[in-house]
């Protein structure tokens, strides 16, 4: 079956650059969708299609996708930025959607 | 303003089935595929499905097929997710989320409900 693979953890120090990844082998076809979830609280969208940047959502979030694995960075980040981040597509069949296996951001 | 609200709490026993329903407002209700999403306690995100309100139809995740089914009433601008078969592990919060959209099935977007919590317990 069909899956994304992200890394489970990553953390940087406020103002770092942080990079998440998001592997998977429709991502060559399919937009990747970005998602940000504090603890106790629903998702946020912060990338959509790749790249583009819903309203509200600061310029230091951006997207970026080649080839099987798209990529959220994160850049010069903050310590309200903690939380988990999911990655989404689709697969090369019809419409079946898919939820990355989430990574847990920390800034310290 | 965009606004999906959920139904309460549900709690339940094993075998049992479950309905949430996801009433939106502030936006053309025909215009927007909906998504249900659900999360279990300690879990990542689990895509379940989609439906188009304009014409009712479906998608489902293979893992739920035979399980779920989604509907929707345009006369109310509520869509509804049915889970049958309940077991411990469908333990969830559930989520409805409006997609990116307009018109197409793109993914969850800006607006999601505020989640329903379904407990499954003996």
């Known amino acids: 079956s069909y899956e994304l693979t992200q890394p489970p953890s990553v953390s940087v120090s406020p103002g770092q650059t942080a990079r998440i990844t998001c592997s998977g082998d429709?991502?060559?076809?399919?937009?990747a969708y970005w998602y940000q979830q504090r603890l106790g609280q629903a998702p946020v969208l912060v990338i959509y299609?790749?790249?583009k940047r819903p309203s509200g959502i600061p310029a230091r979030f951006s997207g970026s996708s080649s080839g099987t694995m798209a990529t959220l960075t994160i850049s010069g980040a903050q310590v309200e930025d903690e939380g988990d981040y999911y990655c989404?597509?689709?697969?090369?069949?019809?419409?079946?959607?898919?939820f990355g296996t989430g990574t847990k951001v920390t800034v310290l | 303003q965009v606004q999906l609200e959920q139904s309460g709490t549900e709690v339940k026993r094993p075998g049992a089935s479950v309905k949430v329903s996801c009433k939106a407002s502030?936006?053309?209700?025909?215009?927007?595929?909906m998504h249900w999403v659900r999360q279990a306690p300690g879990q990542g995100l689990e895509w379940m499905g989609i439906?188009?309100?304009?014409?009712?139809?479906?998608s489902y995740a293979q893992k739920f097929r035979g399980r779920v089914y989604m509907t929707r009433d345009t006369s109310t601008d509520t869509v509804y997710m049915g889970l049958s078969g309940l077991k411990s592990d469908d333990t969830a919060i559930y989520y409805c989320?409006?997609?990116?959209?307009?018109?197409?099935?793109?993914?969850?977007?800006?607006?999601w409900g505020q989640g329903t919590l379904v407990t499954v317990s003996s």
């Open positions: 989320a409006r997609d990116k959209g307009p018109s197409k099935a793109a993914g969850p977007g800006d607006y």
């Open positions: 502030g936006y053309t209700f025909t215009s927007y595929y």
């Open positions: 439906i188009n309100p304009s014409d009712a139809t479906t």
């Open positions: 429709a991502l060559p076809q399919k937009f």
């Open positions: 299609e790749d790249n």
């Open positions: 989404y597509s689709t697969d090369s069949i019809g419409y079946r959607g898919l």
